[in-house]
Protein backbone atom coordinates (compact mmCIF):
# COMPACT_ATOMS: atom_id res chain seq x y z
CA UNK A 1 0.00 0.00 0.00
CA UNK A 2 1.47 3.04 -1.30
CA UNK A 3 -0.82 5.86 0.32
CA UNK A 4 0.59 9.34 -0.56
CA UNK A 5 3.23 9.33 -2.62
CA UNK A 6 5.14 12.71 -2.97
CA UNK A 7 8.34 13.94 -5.21
CA UNK A 8 10.73 14.96 -5.39
CA UNK A 9 12.12 13.96 -1.75
CA UNK A 10 14.83 16.72 -1.51
CA UNK A 11 15.62 19.86 -4.14
CA UNK A 12 17.76 22.68 -4.08
CA UNK A 13 17.06 25.74 -5.82
CA UNK A 14 18.13 28.63 -6.88
CA UNK A 15 16.26 31.92 -6.03
CA UNK A 16 14.02 32.66 -9.43
CA UNK A 17 13.96 29.01 -10.42
CA UNK A 18 10.83 27.08 -10.72
CA UNK A 19 9.41 23.86 -9.50
CA UNK A 20 6.78 21.44 -9.34
CA UNK A 21 5.86 18.79 -6.34
CA UNK A 22 4.68 15.88 -7.53
CA UNK A 23 1.58 14.08 -5.01
CA UNK A 24 -0.45 11.23 -6.26
CA UNK A 25 -2.78 9.08 -3.82
CA UNK A 26 -3.91 5.69 -4.20
CA UNK A 27 -6.61 5.54 -1.15
CA UNK A 28 -9.50 7.04 -3.71
CA UNK A 29 -9.54 9.78 -1.45
CA UNK A 30 -11.40 13.21 -2.84
CA UNK A 31 -9.53 15.74 -0.97
CA UNK A 32 -5.95 16.38 -0.97
CA UNK A 33 -3.44 19.53 0.39
CA UNK A 34 -0.55 20.85 0.53
CA UNK A 35 1.37 22.20 3.99
CA UNK A 36 4.28 23.35 4.36
CA UNK A 37 6.44 23.05 7.78
CA UNK A 38 8.42 25.44 9.35
CA UNK A 39 10.72 25.69 13.05
CA UNK A 40 8.18 27.10 15.22
CA UNK A 41 5.01 27.12 13.16
CA UNK A 42 3.65 23.91 12.78
CA UNK A 43 2.19 23.10 9.67
CA UNK A 44 0.43 25.47 7.68
CA UNK A 45 -2.07 25.28 4.82
CA UNK A 46 -1.13 26.25 1.36
CA UNK A 47 -3.92 25.11 -0.96
CA UNK A 48 -6.12 21.99 -0.99
CA UNK A 49 -8.69 20.32 -3.13
CA UNK A 50 -11.73 19.33 -1.70
CA UNK A 51 -12.51 17.52 -4.55
CA UNK A 52 -11.23 16.76 -8.28
CA UNK A 53 -11.64 19.85 -10.11
CA UNK A 54 -11.50 22.12 -7.48
CA UNK A 55 -8.63 24.28 -5.66
CA UNK A 56 -8.67 26.30 -3.14
CA UNK A 57 -6.37 29.02 -1.27
CA UNK A 58 -5.22 28.28 2.39
CA UNK A 59 -3.32 30.53 4.67
CA UNK A 60 -0.23 30.77 3.21
CA UNK A 61 -0.77 30.62 -0.63
CA UNK A 62 1.37 33.30 -1.87
CA UNK A 63 4.16 32.05 -4.49
CA UNK A 64 2.55 28.85 -5.00
CA UNK A 65 -0.09 27.57 -7.77
CA UNK A 66 -1.46 23.92 -7.60
CA UNK A 67 -3.38 21.62 -10.04
CA UNK A 68 -5.56 18.53 -9.38
CA UNK A 69 -4.75 16.83 -12.19
CA UNK A 70 -7.35 14.43 -11.51
CA UNK A 71 -8.89 12.09 -8.61
CA UNK A 72 -5.70 11.01 -7.35
CA UNK A 73 -2.94 13.47 -8.35
CA UNK A 74 -2.28 17.26 -6.88
CA UNK A 75 0.68 19.01 -7.65
CA UNK A 76 2.19 21.93 -6.09
CA UNK A 77 4.51 24.93 -8.33
CA UNK A 78 6.96 27.20 -7.43
CA UNK A 79 6.89 29.84 -10.13
CA UNK A 80 9.71 31.86 -9.04
CA UNK A 81 11.66 30.40 -5.90
CA UNK A 82 12.49 32.61 -2.92
CA UNK A 83 14.73 32.15 0.13
CA UNK A 84 11.11 32.58 2.18
CA UNK A 85 9.85 29.06 0.65
CA UNK A 86 12.97 27.15 1.47
CA UNK A 87 10.96 24.70 3.90
CA UNK A 88 9.44 20.74 4.36
CA UNK A 89 6.74 20.37 1.87
CA UNK A 90 4.27 17.68 2.72
CA UNK A 91 1.06 16.82 0.78
CA UNK A 92 -1.61 14.68 2.29
CA UNK A 93 -5.53 13.17 1.21
CA UNK A 94 -8.34 12.69 3.30
CA UNK A 95 -11.97 11.21 2.58
CA UNK A 96 -13.30 7.83 3.03
CA UNK A 97 -14.84 5.81 6.39
CA UNK A 98 -14.70 6.93 9.95
CA UNK A 99 -11.53 8.61 8.78
CA UNK A 100 -13.04 10.77 6.17
CA UNK A 101 -15.94 11.72 8.91
CA UNK A 102 -13.04 13.34 11.02
CA UNK A 103 -10.99 14.72 8.41
CA UNK A 104 -8.08 12.95 9.75
CA UNK A 105 -5.29 13.47 7.21
CA UNK A 106 -2.78 10.71 5.89
CA UNK A 107 0.38 12.11 4.56
CA UNK A 108 3.14 11.56 2.47
CA UNK A 109 6.86 11.68 3.62
CA UNK A 110 7.64 14.88 3.14
CA UNK A 111 10.08 17.22 0.39
CA UNK A 112 12.91 18.98 1.93
CA UNK A 113 13.06 22.35 -0.65
CA UNK A 114 16.23 24.48 -0.06
CA UNK A 115 16.12 27.41 -1.84
CA UNK A 116 19.63 29.80 -2.19
CA UNK B 1 -9.84 31.85 13.00
CA UNK B 2 -9.27 29.14 14.54
CA UNK B 3 -5.71 28.53 16.55
CA UNK B 4 -4.26 25.89 18.54
CA UNK B 5 -1.26 25.86 20.86
CA UNK B 6 1.21 23.97 22.52
CA UNK B 7 2.84 26.01 25.21
CA UNK B 8 5.76 23.61 25.36
CA UNK B 9 8.60 23.15 23.24
CA UNK B 10 10.12 20.87 24.43
CA UNK B 11 9.60 17.99 26.79
CA UNK B 12 11.58 15.27 28.28
CA UNK B 13 10.86 12.03 30.38
CA UNK B 14 12.47 8.87 31.45
CA UNK B 15 11.69 5.82 29.62
CA UNK B 16 8.31 3.84 31.21
CA UNK B 17 7.75 7.26 33.08
CA UNK B 18 4.51 8.96 32.11
CA UNK B 19 4.35 12.48 30.25
CA UNK B 20 1.37 15.09 29.07
CA UNK B 21 2.10 17.06 26.39
CA UNK B 22 -0.76 20.26 26.64
CA UNK B 23 -2.27 21.57 23.81
CA UNK B 24 -5.11 24.41 24.00
CA UNK B 25 -7.48 25.83 21.17
CA UNK B 26 -9.53 28.77 20.33
CA UNK B 27 -12.75 27.81 18.44
CA UNK B 28 -16.65 29.28 18.20
CA UNK B 29 -17.36 26.17 17.23
CA UNK B 30 -19.49 23.15 18.63
CA UNK B 31 -18.94 20.51 16.32
CA UNK B 32 -15.20 19.47 15.88
CA UNK B 33 -12.13 17.42 15.69
CA UNK B 34 -8.98 17.08 17.71
CA UNK B 35 -6.16 14.77 16.74
CA UNK B 36 -2.70 14.19 17.86
CA UNK B 37 0.17 13.33 15.18
CA UNK B 38 3.53 11.88 16.01
CA UNK B 39 6.41 13.44 13.67
CA UNK B 40 9.68 10.92 14.25
CA UNK B 41 13.09 11.95 12.90
CA UNK B 42 11.88 10.13 9.71
CA UNK B 43 9.55 12.96 9.23
CA UNK B 44 6.43 11.22 8.65
CA UNK B 45 3.34 12.15 10.09
CA UNK B 46 1.70 9.65 11.96
CA UNK B 47 -1.73 9.98 13.38
CA UNK B 48 -1.82 8.93 17.19
CA UNK B 49 -5.31 9.68 18.13
CA UNK B 50 -8.53 11.09 17.69
CA UNK B 51 -11.41 12.72 19.36
CA UNK B 52 -14.48 13.95 18.40
CA UNK B 53 -15.76 16.80 20.30
CA UNK B 54 -19.67 15.69 20.75
CA UNK B 55 -18.16 12.79 22.75
CA UNK B 56 -17.84 13.31 26.77
CA UNK B 57 -15.82 10.39 26.57
CA UNK B 58 -11.97 11.25 26.31
CA UNK B 59 -9.83 8.48 23.51
CA UNK B 60 -7.42 5.99 24.37
CA UNK B 61 -5.33 4.05 22.16
CA UNK B 62 -3.38 1.50 24.36
CA UNK B 63 -0.85 4.05 25.95
CA UNK B 64 -2.05 6.78 24.53
CA UNK B 65 -4.84 8.97 26.27
CA UNK B 66 -5.99 12.32 25.70
CA UNK B 67 -7.91 14.48 28.99
CA UNK B 68 -10.54 16.28 26.79
CA UNK B 69 -11.64 19.75 28.31
CA UNK B 70 -14.45 20.81 26.14
CA UNK B 71 -15.34 24.02 28.34
CA UNK B 72 -11.52 24.95 28.68
CA UNK B 73 -11.04 24.23 25.43
CA UNK B 74 -8.16 22.19 26.34
CA UNK B 75 -6.66 18.83 24.33
CA UNK B 76 -3.93 16.67 26.36
CA UNK B 77 -1.87 14.14 25.18
CA UNK B 78 -0.74 11.92 28.23
CA UNK B 79 1.71 8.79 27.32
CA UNK B 80 2.04 5.91 29.99
CA UNK B 81 5.21 3.99 30.02
CA UNK B 82 7.29 5.88 27.64
CA UNK B 83 9.38 3.81 25.16
CA UNK B 84 12.70 5.06 23.23
CA UNK B 85 10.59 5.13 20.10
CA UNK B 86 8.40 7.57 21.51
CA UNK B 87 10.67 10.54 20.74
CA UNK B 88 9.73 12.45 18.24
CA UNK B 89 7.98 16.24 17.22
CA UNK B 90 3.94 16.08 18.32
CA UNK B 91 1.73 18.00 16.96
CA UNK B 92 -2.00 19.19 18.19
CA UNK B 93 -4.46 19.90 15.59
CA UNK B 94 -8.06 20.51 14.83
CA UNK B 95 -11.03 20.56 12.62
CA UNK B 96 -14.03 22.15 12.21
CA UNK B 97 -16.48 19.70 11.54
CA UNK B 98 -19.94 19.49 9.38
CA UNK B 99 -17.91 19.39 6.36
CA UNK B 100 -18.51 21.71 3.84
CA UNK B 101 -15.36 24.13 2.83
CA UNK B 102 -14.24 23.16 5.92
CA UNK B 103 -13.81 19.47 5.35
CA UNK B 104 -10.70 18.24 5.91
CA UNK B 105 -8.44 21.38 6.86
CA UNK B 106 -6.34 21.02 9.49
CA UNK B 107 -5.35 23.47 11.77
CA UNK B 108 -2.26 22.45 13.66
CA UNK B 109 -0.10 23.54 16.88
CA UNK B 110 3.49 24.80 16.24
CA UNK B 111 4.58 21.40 18.13
CA UNK B 112 6.47 19.76 21.29
CA UNK B 113 9.65 17.70 20.80
CA UNK B 114 9.56 14.68 23.06
CA UNK B 115 12.81 13.15 24.41
CA UNK B 116 12.81 9.86 26.12
CA UNK B 117 15.73 9.25 28.06
CA UNK B 118 16.83 5.33 28.96
Known amino acids: NAGVTQTPKFQVLKTGQSMTLQCAQDMNHNSMYWYRQDPGMGLRLIYY???????DKGEVPNGYNVSRLNKREFSLRLESAAPSQTSVYFC???????????????FGEGSRLTVL | AQTVTQSQPEMSVQEAETVTLSCTYDTSESDYYLFWYKQPPSRQMILVIRQEAYKQQNATENRFSVNFQKAAKSFSLKISDSQLGDAAMYFCAYRKGAGGTSYGKLTFGQGTILTVHP
Open chain 1, 49 to 55: SASEGTT
Open chain 1, 92 to 106: ASSGLGLAGRTGELF
